[in-house]
């Protein structure tokens, strides 16, 4: 990840033409755009398709970028137009509309069997257990690694995208609801069951490492 | 007269937590947030989770880049500066 500051020098460098300036912009979004792009496309193969393409218009369009938004943002925001095109033609149904976005959420974040009381209302039953206790290399671990992978993966294609873009990517809540056209209060709901969901699938691995 | 103090609890804490590290909950909401923490082990580790989550989130790392893509592309950008 290319942080702001240094944004800046990079698009001076791209600008006059400085072919390592652009390795180094791929090297450091590619992987991001690709896992972004497979949340439009049925393939991982259409996906690369979709980067290629955003790359190529990233070559011949930087000299139209304003620095209104990072460039970061502006970059995502080619592939996102490339990848939706290409995710209709491949007829996956694209979700574009707010409503669309929250279907099949519901539900509590947290099974409410582990508390106890009122519903909606509970105490802690089975509390979470404390993960400072656990060894700092099962935390970081290749293994928890790729079940975050996995785990993000699985998730439904807009809590996916949110997660990716604010967490991974490190984008602004405003710049996610402005690429995704979603609401504050949507993009906040899908990124909390995105979270939620990861926490899950966290504390049951480190269960199992007990 | 007597105020009500607002009262949160645990399983109501699961579903604020991102609207509260986003910090999008009224004042009254969050200070009845930061009562409860100060009280419960349990949500305050909850909080920690979730935190913990968006940092090993943050830190996933790429995926290998094949030097021949980068070589590739680097070659499309310097042809097409040369053609401008």
Redesign the interface.
């Known amino acids: 990840m290319i942080d702001p500051a240094a944004e800046d020098a990079l698009v001076a460098r791209l600008r006059a033409?400085d072919?390592?300036a652009?390795?180094e912009l791929?090297?450091a979004y590619?992987?991001?755009l690709?896992r972004l792009a497979d949340t439009f496309v049925p393939s991982r193969a259409v996906a690369e398709e979709v980067v290629q393409e955003t790359?190529?218009a990233v070559?011949?369009g930087i000299?139209r970028f304003e620095g209104r938004s990072s460039l970061k943002t502006w970059i995502v925001r080619i592939l996102m137009n490339i990848a939706r095109t290409r995710g209709v033609r491949e007829r996956r149904t694209v979700p574009i509309s707010s409503l669309d976005a929250l279907s099949g959420v519901g539900g509590?974040?947290?099974s409410?069997d582990r508390?106890v009381?009122p519903p909606?209302?509970?105490?802690?039953a089975w509390?979470?257990?404390?993960?400072?206790e656990l060894p700092e290399d099962c935390?970081?671990s290749a293994e928890?690694?790729s079940l975050?992978?996995k785990t993000?993966s699985a998730l439904p294609e807009q809590q996916r995208r949110v997660?990716m873009l604010r967490?991974?990517e490190?984008c602004s809540?405003s710049d996610v609801c402005d690429l995704l056209g979603l609401s504050?209060v949507n993009q906040?709901v899908l990124?909390?069951r995105g979270?939620?969901t990861?926490?899950a699938a966290?504390?049951r691995h480190f269960g199992e490492q007990r | 007269m007597i105020l009500r103090r607002r009262v949160v609890?645990?399983?109501?804490w699961?579903?604020l937590?991102?609207?509260y590290l986003?910090g999008?909950l009224p004042r009254g909401l969050m200070r009845a947030i930061d009562r409860h923490l100060a009280d419960?082990p349990?949500?305050t580790?909850?909080l920690?989770?979730?935190r913990?989550?968006?940092q090993?989130?943050?830190?996933?790392?790429?995926?290998d880049?094949p030097d021949d893509?980068?070589d590739a592309?680097?070659?499309?950008?310097?042809e097409?500066?040369?053609n401008?």
Not at chain 2, 56 to 63: A, F, M, N, P, Q
Not at chain 2, 73 to 78: D, G, I, M, N, S
């Open positions: 033409g072919g390592l652009f390795r791929v090297g590619q992987t991001v690709l790359w190529i070559i011949q000299d509590p974040v947290v409410i508390f009381g909606g209302r509970g105490a802690w509390p979470p257990a404390a993960w400072a935390v970081t928890t690694k975050v992978v993000i997660v967490d991974v490190d809540a504050e906040r990124l909390h979270r939620s990861v926490r966290l504390e | 609890v645990c399983q109501q699961t579903e937590v991102t609207d986003e999008a419960c349990h949500c580790e909850y920690n989770q979730m913990r989550t968006i090993l989130v943050g830190e996933l790392s790429d995926e880049l893509l980068l592309l680097q070659r499309a950008f310097e097409h500066r040369r401008t």
